[in-house]
């Protein structure tokens, strides 16, 4: 484990449980096929096996991690073919919540839309990675809250959990962040029209587009850390 024991009295263990163990994952402290140890685990943290078990429940439906009946929980693998299902996923996902979004969407969500699009270029040039990734989780979920399938949400951010809270080669790229700050305006402006079409394709095709993104991915990821 890196750094200080971290302090879990602000919010649900098991939330601050997750967050802790996402980034251990994605710096490596924990690496792929590594099994992990219940009773290690809460005794370094200082808490207790129940919040540990319910927050590894949660990380496997992230598919961080992977529970072996009667044989234990290891880390999972990460390879760009799981990039591209993740990507082929959410895609989906927003496609079908675009549906009803768009019914409920006003001019008023859209106009807080772009200011957090201007935020995310703004943390992009700042260089501030921790704020770009929560901000764009943000963006995301205004109008992915908006859908009348109140799951949908719940699936997005569990998926997306396991491409935020990976090993990367790269923190930032201003190239492919400028294209999806590109992306999430065309977005915005379908939404305006009420074009539930324009609005899929720059999220389904575009957006979340492996094969768009793909020259993107693979310098991001660093997947000859994580074979290592």
């Known amino acids: 484990m890196v750094g200080n024991k971290p302090n879990f009295h602000m919010l649900s263990l098991r939330e601050q449980v997750c967050d802790y163990l996402r980034k251990e994952i994605s710096q490596m402290s924990m690496r792929p096929g590594d099994p992990i140890s219940l009773r290690k ?51 989906m996902i927003e496609a079908e919540a675009l549906k009803t979004a768009i019914l409920h969407i006003t001019k008023e969500h859209c106009a807080i ?76 402006d379908a939404l305006e029209k009420k074009d539930v079409a324009s609005a899929i394709h720059w999220m389904k095709d575009e957006h979340w587009g492996f094969k768009k993104q793909k020259k993107y991915l693979e310098k991001y990821y660093d997947f000859k850390k994580i074979k290592k």
């Not at 234990?72 to 895609?91: A, P, Q, W």
């Open 113 to 188: 839309m772009r200011q957090i699009n201007r935020h995310i270029w703004e943390s992009t040039e700042r260089k501030a990675f921790s704020d770009h990734m929560e901000l764009n989780r943000t963006f995301h979920n205004v109008y992915l809250g908006l859908s009348e399938n109140t799951y949908l949400p719940v699936l997005w951010n569990n998926i997306s959990s396991r491409l935020y809270y990976s090993p990367t080669a790269i923190v930032q790229m201003e190239e492919w962040d400028r294209v999806c700050c590109d992306q999430h305006e065309n977005l915005i």
């Open 41 to 91: 685990v809460s005794s370094e943290l200082g808490i207790g096996i129940t919040p540990l078990r319910d927050a590894l429940l949660q990380l496997e439906g992230e598919g961080m991690v992977t529970i072996l009946p009667r044989k234990g929980i290891i880390i999972r693998d990460f390879s760009l073919k799981d990039v591209e299902n993740y990507y082929g996923t959410l895609g």
